[in-house]
Nanobody, 127 residues
């Protein structure tokens, strides 16, 4: 089956940095775009960032632009999210996801276009 596994979540102080990783165990799904979403308590699961297969195209939610960087290492089957200048409002469960549908720039921010999800990793930003 398709399996995505996130790691790297932790408790971090405001202003700190953290790097999340996601590995995809399903080799057959190489070539797909991927994304990061997050869900805070009592909130919807929101788009954070996405990256194309090659990695030359990246998209970010306005709330994380300039602070977060999405990247991938296809040879190692890894997806990363480097998070800097973390804020309490970044506190959420972060999910990596495999994009399976949609075309065009706007398609990357829609949960409906991602069919496979990890179980999430918790990021808590607090002093």
């Amino acid at each position: 089956q398709v399996q995505l596994v996130e790691s790297g979540g932790a408790l971090v102080q405001p202003g700190g940095s953290l790097t999340l990783s996601c590995t995809m165990s399903e080799r057959a799904f190489r070539g797909h775009d991927m994304g990061w979403f997050r869900q805070a308590p009592d909130k919807d699961r929101d788009f954070v960032a996405a990256i194309s297969w090659i990695g030359n195209t990246r998209y970010y939610a306005d709330s994380v632009k300039g602070r977060f960087t999405i990247s991938r290492d296809n040879a190692k089957n890894l997806l990363y999210l480097q998070m800097n200048s973390l804020r309490p409002e970044d506190t959420a469960t972060y999910y990596c996801a495999l994009k399976t549908a949609g075309r065009g720039r706007d398609s990357y921010s829609s949960r409906d276009n991602y069919a496979y999800w990890g179980r999430g990793t918790q990021v808590t930003v607090s002093s």
